[in-house]
């Protein structure tokens, strides 16, 4: 028999056990788990790429193209080094001298294809330069009637691209006109007298690029990325009229910008974003360019260019390409490379390398 302070001891644990086994149980709060981390766009997708159309027509006058070591590169294996994946390169229909012109064209896009580069194949449909401000019909086509002249953007587009097909090139994207802000072949394809001639240009352009190469992106290119009126008039206009675009492409010069890179960077991304939504289609910035002798704001400029392509909905912004960055010394009156006048490549083009 136990002592009475033994069974009094007992008691009292049986009773601690029962009123712990009655305790409602507190459960361990349910933490709702963190949404998955969409990674951005590597380095293995993004497209960082250089419109270097002149450099054939730099070496025949001499010029050599440095690294930042100083040594003499040839100028596509030098575009590589920097961090370059991407090579764009214009093609003029009959141009006075044969810089832009079909041989011309072939020869640079060889290069790259050897150096394993993809290739932006930028149709001016002009004899000379096409931009906002003149869209010249070549001088072959200057007096034919629209049907002959949309067969005339037709035909030329095809035989670019089957010599490129022959000579064994493979372009990944196609971009039909060259900022196409009031349309091409004026005044017969000027957007804002007749947007329905100028929607059935592009479109025999792209229908010809999707003959010889169906699987090459085509591209409609306008400048001024920060303008989204713009962007909507174009490719409402476009879209209204039946004509089908693989990517949107744009320039970005904060030159001729409102508030300057930062701001111009701001309203661009805002642009790519309501363009992707609006059309359900990748975007990508194919020209961009700052003075030469202002690197380091120049490098500031696109790097932050860079991050808010990576981040446009979707991943849905492609690439950033600079436009001529090898040209120096005030080649051709251009002053928005980024090479130093001795032909090195300046930090404004670190950004690339990353």
């Not at 440095?66 to 093609?91: H, P, S």
């Not at 196409?180 to 352009?205: E, R, Y």
Request: proline content about 6%; overall charge neutral; hydrophobic content about 40%.
């Amino acid at each position: 028999m136990l002592p009475i302070n033994r069974w009094y001891n007992c008691i009292v644990v049986l009773i601690t056990i029962l009123i712990l086994a009655c305790k409602p149980t507190v459960e361990t709060p349910i933490v709702d788990p963190l949404p998955p981390v969409v990674p951005s766009q590597s380095d293995t997708t993004f497209i960082k790429g250089a419109d270097i159309s002149w450099v054939t027509e730099m070496e025949s006058k001499g010029i050599q193209f440095y690294n930042k070591n100083g040594v003499a590169t040839e100028c596509f294996a030098l575009m590589k080094e920097i961090g370059m994946n991407a090579i764009r390169i214009r093609v003029w229909v009959n141009p006075a001298n044969k810089w832009n012109g079909i041989e011309d064209v072939i020869a640079k896009c060889i290069r790259a294809k050897n150096l394993g580069l993809q290739l932006l194949i930028d149709f001016h449909y002009s004899d000379n330069w096409a931009d906002p401000s003149k869209q010249t019909k070549p001088a072959a086509w200057s007096t034919a009637s629209f049907p002959v002249l949309k067969d005339s953007l037709k035909n030329h587009t095809l035989f670019v691209l089957n010599q490129l097909k022959t000579a064994g090139i493979q372009p990944t994207w196609v971009q039909i006109g060259n900022e196409t802000d009031d349309g091409v072949l004026w005044p017969d394809g000027k957007a804002s007298i007749n947007m329905q001639n100028f929607a059935q240009l592009i479109s025999a352009g792209a229908e010809a690029s999707k003959t010889v190469f169906p699987n090459a992106k085509v591209m409609v290119h306008v400048s001024n990325g920060w303008n989204n009126a713009l962007f909507r008039w174009i490719f409402d206009g476009l879209k209204n009229n039946g004509v089908k675009w693989d990517i949107m492409g744009m320039s970005l010069y904060p030159t001729w910008a409102p508030g300057g890179w930062q701001n111009a960077n701001n309203l661009c991304l805002q642009n790519m974003n309501d363009m992707v939504s609006r059309y359900n289609t990748p975007v990508m910035v194919v020209e961009v360019g700052m003075p030469w002798d202002n690197p380091s704001e120049a490098k500031l400029f696109i790097q932050d260019l860079i991050n808010k392509v990576k981040l446009v909905n979707d991943r849905k912004g492609l690439g950033v390409f600079y436009w001529e960055p090898q040209s120096y010394n005030n080649w051709q009156g251009y002053s928005l490379g980024a090479f130093d006048n001795n032909g090195k490549p300046t930090v404004a083009l670190d950004p690339f390398l990353k």
